[in-house]
């Protein structure tokens, strides 16, 4: 055999299964979310998943979706997206592409915008019509963010660990 292997996977592929994969430490356990920041030159960057912040532990915070404001986990809850974008510690995000699991929330899109990064490549938009993903969206749109949904390839990607 000569030539080169003709059935590795694409940018996207890969980049989209980091995302996935770093969703999977996540605790949450309704919603896992993860991302992957990447520079134009296809290096990964930063990775983050939703979880609780630093110091704030996962037995003592509350996971519930339902009950009071304070026994719900959305006020304590930090996104995929800012964990990411937290995460980073080499300088600059300009002109970064941001793969994720789940559309970015409006303040996800706030912290987007502001790091610099272009392109959002994102795999589910289940909240889509929500006020949340359509005040997203209008700022993206405002500050020129690029974003449009992965091309499932349907291929099964396993990894032995």
């Known amino acids: ?3 080169k292997r003709q059935d590795y996977i694409s940018w996207d592929e890969y980049f989209m299964g980091v995302a996935k994969m770093s969703g999977m430490r996540s605790k949450d356990p309704s919603t896992q979310v993860g991302a992957c920041i990447v520079s134009r030159d296809n290096k990964i960057l930063s990775m983050g998943y939703n979880g609780f912040p630093l110091g704030c532990s996962d037995d003592d915070f509350p996971w519930a979706r339902e009950g ?20 980073y510690r080499g300088g600059s995000l300009e002109g970064a592409k941001l793969y994720v699991s789940l559309f ?9 915008i502001q790091a610099g990064i272009k392109t959002i490549i994102y795999d589910l938009d289940k909240y889509a019509e929500s006020a949340s993903v ?3 969206k209008r700022m993206l749109d405002a500050a020129g963010v690029r974003y449009y949904r992965y091309q499932r390839t349907g291929r099964k990607i396993q990894v032995d660990v």
């Open 1 to 3: 055999m000569s030539g």
């Open 68 to 87: 009071e404001d304070l026994d719900k986990k959305y006020v304590y809850t930090v996104h995929s997206e800012l964990n990411a974008i937290l995460n």
């Open 104 to 112: 970015p929330c409006n303040e996800c899109a706030k912290a987007i």
């Open 134 to 136: 359509l005040a997203s």
